[in-house]
């Protein structure tokens, strides 16, 4: 595995980061940018994102440097994590790709179509999974907006990868098979469809956009974690958070709730000094993760 740890970047004075490459699941590869917490391993581990892909190392260097207060309280609370960058979104390519399948034909592998985003972070836990300082038993996923979607994602199709996740924002509008078209705010060119100016503040509203509840009870039949929603008070699409959350409670005890008034779509991630509310949702989100780490502690 070490043979793959190709770049280390000082984070500080004192502390650095190292860039991994992992081996995506048609052989190209994604890259990660790995903290470590201080003392032995091997260390449970948080993979950190944030919304759509793309915007290779540049992206990638920009937030492990700008956003740092995340992973330094993550590695704080003695988390080894990363923040990693993965493929651009495929418009409805999850809706319409249904589950990846590879066969063999003259000796080489044949997929039933590309890998999406969240097989790239498939491919990154799988590939820190191997390190001899992460605890492979103990892996966490915590992603914001676009990267909330993606962890539901993941885990109708992945299992076993994971012991909990945070889904913050998460802009479940695939997942939940939300009809937008009829929404006056929402164009569509060359079958890619404008969201930024949806609203959906209210469950029933979200609710009554759902065009297949059978499918979304099939997919969300896949979590095998427990997982933890978070909200935004303001956000234009805080109905969506929650029916995602209260469709995930329908099915298991153990999904929690819980949501912040505060200014910014990622207000988990600070830029510079964090405020009250942010200190407040990290400790949260710690919290739930120390809940479920396990033995060790």
């Not at 990267?147 to 885990?155: I, N, Q, R, T």
């Not at 008070?233 to 959350?245: A, K, M, P, S, V």
Request: hydrophobic share 40%.
């Amino acid at each position: 595995m070490s043979a793959w740890n190709w770049a280390t970047d000082p984070v500080s004075s004192d502390e650095l980061a190292d860039y991994y490459l992992a081996e995506t699941l048609d052989g190209l590869y994604t890259p990660y940018a790995l903290r470590m917490p201080a003392g032995d391993g091997p260390h449970p581990f948080v993979f950190v994102a944030y919304g759509n892909g793309g915007g290779g190392m540049q992206w990638l260097r920009d937030r492990v440097h700008r956003f740092r207060h995340v992973t330094d309280v993550l590695l704080e609370a003695g988390y080894a994590c990363a923040w990693s960058r993965y493929r651009t979104e495929v418009e409805l390519g999850y809706q319409n790709g249904g589950v990846l399948r590879t066969d063999v034909r003259q000796g080489m592998e044949l997929m039933s179509r590309a890998p999406l985003e969240y097989e790239d972070e498939v491919a990154v836990l799988r590939h820190v999974a191997g390190l001899p300082a992460i605890d492979g038993g103990r892996l966490f996923h915590l992603g914001v907006s676009h990267a909330g979607e993606m962890l539901f994602k993941l885990l109708s199709q992945y299992g076993g990868l994971l012991r909990a996740g945070v889904a913050a924002e998460p802009a479940s509008h695939e997942l939940l098979t939300l009809d937008l078209h009829s929404d006056e705010k929402v164009t569509v060119a060359d079958g890619l469809r404008d969201i930024e100016t949806l609203e959906m503040r209210s469950v029933s509203r979200a609710r009554r956009a759902m065009t297949d509840p059978y499918e979304v009870s099939r997919r969300l039949a896949g979590v095998d974690i427990p997982v933890l929603v978070l909200g935004r008070e303001q956000d234009e699409l805080q109905g969506i958070f929650r029916l995602t959350y209260e469709l995930l409670a329908a099915r298991r005890a153990d999904a929690e709730w819980r949501s912040w008034s505060h200014d910014v779509h990622g207000y988990i991630y600070p830029e510079g000094e964090p405020d009250d509310v942010q200190k407040e949702a990290l400790a949260a989100i710690v919290d739930f993760f120390d809940r479920h780490r396990g033995i060790g502690g």
